[in-house]
């Protein structure tokens, strides 16, 4: 799992993003399940909910171009971190 949490001008563009993530994560080899959860609380506040095969298909996902990309992309306007 981890929580990505959105400026809130910047909150539509966020979720595009999380959602682009979600789809070419869950194209991945390993990726059994890759959800985006938009928070019932805080409207700039999302979940991702991630399902691998292993923990070596997980740390492949952290090695790929998209996921290095999408995370430069939200860094500046939003604040994703990795909880277990």
Not at 18 to 37: D, P, T, V
Not at 49 to 62: I, K, R
Not at 72 to 79: E, G, I
Request: hydrophobic share 40%; aromatic share 8%; glycine share 2%.
């Amino acid at each position: 799992m981890a929580k990505v949490t959105a400026q809130p001008s910047y909150t539509p563009q966020a979720s595009a993003l999380l959602i682009e993530l979600a789809r070419q994560s869950e194209e991945e080899s390993g990726c059994i399940s890759y959800k985006i959860l938009p928070s019932l609380d805080e409207s700039n506040v999302f979940i991702t909910l991630e399902v691998w095969e292993s923990p070596e298909a997980e740390q492949q996902h952290w090695d790929t171009a998209h996921l290095k990309q999408i995370l430069a992309m939200l860094t500046p306007r939003a604040v994703p971190y990795k909880s277990a």
